[in-house]
């Protein structure tokens, strides 16, 4: 079971402005934790797109930013494109679990 | 960095299967690595993971004790036995590359099915 909670969809324009969010809880996000981000591609594994909650692997396109506050964390795509259409995770570390935690996955949608 | 798993299939209710993944480009002797799970429609779960070395091994509650992760430094390769299988192992499993001390995975495989049933 997701321990993170994520919206099951988001959607805009492309060129619009898009965020996603991660709820967590004081065993995990809240106990100071970062939060990284996976996008899955439709039919394709798992790509690290930010870790340490706004940090992004070379190659990751700028577009792509994350911030995280509290027991909360949020993706932002600012200048959506069609490409970005995939199902995006956050990840954490839960202490009482002793284990890794995925948010329950957001599929974003260029309209 | 290159991860490719095998070892998958079908299998019935009380079985057992054993994955493999092979690595490559980086020091694999020297990176914790971990195994992740996709149901069919759903997201993404840790299953496990092992240190460097072989020492330490973490385990999701519901795997515990009927999944075993195991690695050989010298083949590059890392392992996930599976027992007592049930419907709801079912399956893609990745292995991926953990950097344990900022608690991410940086790179992933492509995946191996498993359907119990």
């Known amino acids: 079971q997701s321990v993170l909670t994520q919206p099951p969809s988001v959607s805009g324009a492309p060129g619009q402005r898009v965020v996603i969010s991660c709820t967590g809880s004081s065993s995990n996000i809240g106990a100071g934790y970062d939060v990284h981000w996976y996008q899955q591609l439709p039919g394709s594994a798992p790509k690290l797109l930010i870790y340490?909650?706004?940090n992004r692997p070379s190659g990751v396109p700028d577009r792509f930013s994350g911030s995280k506050s509290g027991s909360s964390a949020s993706l932002a795509i600012t200048g959506l494109q069609d490409e970005d259409e995939a199902d995006y995770y956050c990840?954490?570390?839960?202490?009482?679990?002793?284990?890794?935690?995925f948010g329950t996955g957001t599929k974003v949608t260029a309209l | 960095v290159d991860l490719m798993e095998s070892g998958g299939g079908v299998v019935q209710p009380g079985g057992s299967l054993r994955l493999s993944c092979v690595a490559s480009g980086f020091n694999f002797k020297y990176s914790w690595m971990s195994w992740v799970r996709q149901a069919p429609g759903r997201g993404l779960e840790w299953v496990a993971n092992?240190?460097?070395?072989?020492?330490?091994?973490y385990y999701l509650a519901s795997v515990q004790g009927r999944f075993s992760i195991s690695r050989d430094n010298a083949q590059n390769s890392l392992y996930l036995q599976l027992n007592s299988l049930t419907p709801e192992d079912t399956g893609v499993y990745y292995c991926?590359?953990?950097?344990?001390?900022?608690?991410?995975?940086?790179?992933w495989g492509q995946g191996a099915q498993v359907s119990v049933s």
């Open positions: 092992i240190k460097h070395d072989g020492s330490e091994t």
């Open positions: 990840q954490s570390y839960d202490s009482s679990l002793s284990g890794y935690v």
């Open positions: 991926a590359k953990d950097l344990a001390f900022a608690y991410y995975l940086d790179s």
């Open positions: 340490g909650n706004n």
